[in-house]
């Protein structure tokens, strides 16, 4: 009787242990097989699924008139799924929460001035799609600034946490801190500053906007910069896609028209 007892008690134990093992070998599966096909499942549903701010102008952004999320970025990736065949998606996270976002699978791709110098090892990335480096911004009757080294002893409005403001001091300047580049550019026209540092694209797209013509980009300094759409890593043939949508772009020159769009002149090179 112990030995029939022990017998069903074994092979119920078995069953169970196979059962689990299959089910830990699907799941394992099925984990490290979704992004080997995540285009496949992207393409049967149509829609590309995107994470972006929405708060970061004029990449970014949601219009007040329209009250519709749109931008550089937001536009650049419109057309790369409609190259695609697909519906663009956006759902919008803040920053800090942006690559856990697309770590957990919430959205397919982030699209939002993403650098990829020091994610490279986490994360898959595209092709670049902008360049852009640090300008030196001053009056726009102010011929005396044309290289870094006229820089020193100038004195220059920067917000004291950014890199623009390491750059500036690095040049010799003397700084005046200040909350952003809007309070930079009017202190310059004021006469108290004779320069800021700030980002190539967001100030071409400030004179552009604003129509203001009593400040000029003085120079340009520093490394250029790329940004790209970041994906999981394994994202395969879905970065491979988005690549040759860009290529395309760029080739019949789309990216150039949307570039021009927003800040006045091509900003993918």
Same mark, same amino acid.
């Given at each position: 009787?112990? /030995?029939?007892?022990? @017998? ?21 599966? =099925? ?55 697909? /519906? ?24 939002? +001035? &993403? ?21 030196? &911004? ?6 005396? $600034? ?5 820089? =020193?002893?100038?004195?220059? @409005? ?8 390491? $750059? ?20 310059? +026209? +004021? ?12 100030? $071409? ?12 980009? @003085? ?21 491979? =896609? ?28």
């Amino acid at each position: 009787m112990k /030995k029939a007892i022990f @017998a069903v008690l074994m092979t119920l134990l078995i069953t169970v242990t196979a059962a689990c093992g299959a089910s830990g070998d699907n799941a394992d599966n =099925k984990n490290t097989g979704s992004d080997k096909n995540l285009w496949s499942q992207i393409k049967d549903k149509g829609v590309l699924t995107i994470g972006t701010e929405g708060t970061y102008e004029p990449f970014t952004y949601h219009d007040k008139k329209a009250d519709k999320l749109t931008g550089y970025d937001v536009e650049v990736m419109q057309e790369v799924a409609k190259r695609l065949g697909l /519906k663009a998606e956006f759902k919008e996270t803040q920053w800090d929460s942006m690559f856990a976002g697309l770590n957990s699978k919430r959205f397919d791709v982030i699209a939002n +001035q &993403v650098g990829k110098k020091g994610r490279e090892d986490k994360y898959d990335f595209s092709d670049p799609y902008t360049t852009s480096q640090a300008v030196v &911004v001053t009056k726009a009757d102010n011929n005396s $600034l044309k290289s870094e080294k006229d820089v =020193k002893g100038k004195k220059a @409005a920067q917000s004291l946490t950014s890199n623009y403001n390491d $750059l500036a001091k690095k040049a010799g300047a003397n700084i005046e801190g200040v909350e952003g580049m809007a309070q930079s550019f009017q202190l310059i +026209q +004021q006469g108290r500053v004779d320069l800021t540092y700030n980002d190539k694209l967001a100030v $071409l797209n400030y004179l552009k906007t604003s129509g203001n013509k009593n400040l000029k980009i @003085a120079f340009e300094t520093g490394e250029p910069q790329t940004t790209h759409f970041a994906f999981r890593k394994g994202s395969g043939e879905l970065v491979d =896609k988005v690549n040759s949508a860009l290529k395309d772009m760029k080739e019949d020159g789309t990216l150039s028209k949307i570039g021009k769009k927003w800040f006045g002149e091509n900003v993918t090179q």
